[in-house]
């Protein structure tokens, strides 16, 4: 899937607001591939997988499209 980086914490772990869909999906740092925490930004073109976890759908695998 694609989508945006809308939100970054302080916490390493921010949201994507998914191309489409309404709401926006959960990753933490350890879900990036090829990129680091760091060099991400809001506005950020990404794509990612989609799992289901205990508290719903989040973002695996997020790499900068």
Not at 13 to 37: M, N, P, Q, W
Not at 47 to 65: H, I, L, W
Request: proline fraction near 2%.
């Amino acid at each position: 899937m694609t989508g945006t980086i809308k939100t970054l914490t302080d916490r390493n772990f921010g949201f994507i607001a998914r191309e489409g869909e309404a709401k926006d999906l959960f990753f933490h740092a350890k879900d990036l591939s090829g990129v680091t925490f760091e060099e991400l930004k809001e506005g950020d073109a990404v794509t990612f997988d989609v799992v289901d976890s205990e508290k719903g759908p989040n973002a695996k695998n997020v790499t900068r499209a």
